[in-house]
T-cell receptor, first 114, second 113 residues
Framework: DGGITQSPKYLFRKEGQNVTLSCEQNLNHDAMYWYRQDPGQGLRLIYYSQIVNDFQKGDIAEGYSVSREKKESFPLTVTSAQKNPTAFYLC?????????????FGDGTRLSIL | GDSVTQMEGPVTLSEEAFLTINCTYTATGYPSLFWYVQYPGEGLQLLLKATKADDKGSNKGFEATYRKETTSFHLEKGSVQVSDSAVYFCALSVETGRRALTFGSGTRLQVQP
């Protein structure tokens, strides 16, 4: 079955440590996105990529970095500069160029501070 | 900028009650509108969508109509079940720029037997 796989499901970060969240899709989608979800809030856009080897900052990119070396993969690194990283992180992908195409989501990674 | 406003939750209903979750939006351009559902500990699943005015999206007994004149996309279901308990998100996307989704804050629905 096609879909989006996020790993790990749970992740713990120590002070001063960088951690990387994995996102892989086999839907052949051009566009991929990372969102952050805090309790009782909607999702906020961290980074997005509409094509391989290109990505753009979203609304809350500070303290995060990404890469898009392959169409299938869009890993997110939470750096030590992100002072409040505890949240639920969701990766999504979509087809580009057709109006109304929905985004498909992975099952998320829950990041906590040790 | 683009924004989505949803009614505050939680919404608590008895089984077989009628459900309405209000959603209004502001957007530059002509957005597509979506409802997503999130079950505990999971990602978001597309529930339904509409891409132009007066379109009605429907799925699993849920419906929403794209009302351009009132900039609304209210979610309705005639008879809720306990299994409908989840968080519901209204969202929009536009066809220019980053094309990412803009989400409302979510509405938690609790259905009691």
């Amino acid at each position: 079955d096609g879909g989006i796989t996020q790993s790990p499901k749970y992740l713990f970060r120590k002070e001063g440590q960088n951690v990387t969240l994995s996102c892989e899709q086999n839907l052949n989608h051009d566009a991929m996105y990372w969102y952050r979800q805090d309790p009782g809030q909607g999702l906020r856009l961290i980074y997005y990529s509409q094509i391989v080897n290109d990505f753009q900052k979203g609304d809350i990119a500070e303290g995060y970095s990404v890469s898009r070396e392959k169409k299938e993969s869009f890993p997110l690194t939470v750096t030590s500069a992100q002072k409040n990283p505890t949240a639920f992180y969701l990766c999504a992908s979509s087809i580009q160029g057709i109006k109304g195409q929905p985004q498909h989501f992975g099952d998320g990674t829950r990041l906590s501070i040790l | 900028g683009d924004s989505v406003t949803q009614m505050e939750g939680p919404v608590t209903l008895s089984e077989e009650a009628f459900l309405t979750i209000n959603c209004t939006y502001t957007a530059t351009g002509y957005p597509s509108l979506f409802w997503y559902v999130q079950y505990p500990g999971e990602g978001l699943q597309l529930l339904l969508k509409a891409t132009k005015a007066d379109d009605k999206g429907s799925n699993k007994g849920f419906e929403a109509t794209y009302r351009k004149e009132t900039t609304s996309f209210h979610l309705e279901k005639g008879s809720v079940q306990v299994s409908d308990s989840a968080v519901y998100f209204c969202a929009l996307s536009v066809e220019t720029g980053r094309r990412a989704l803009t989400f409302g804050s979510g509405t938690r629905l609790q259905v009691q037997p």
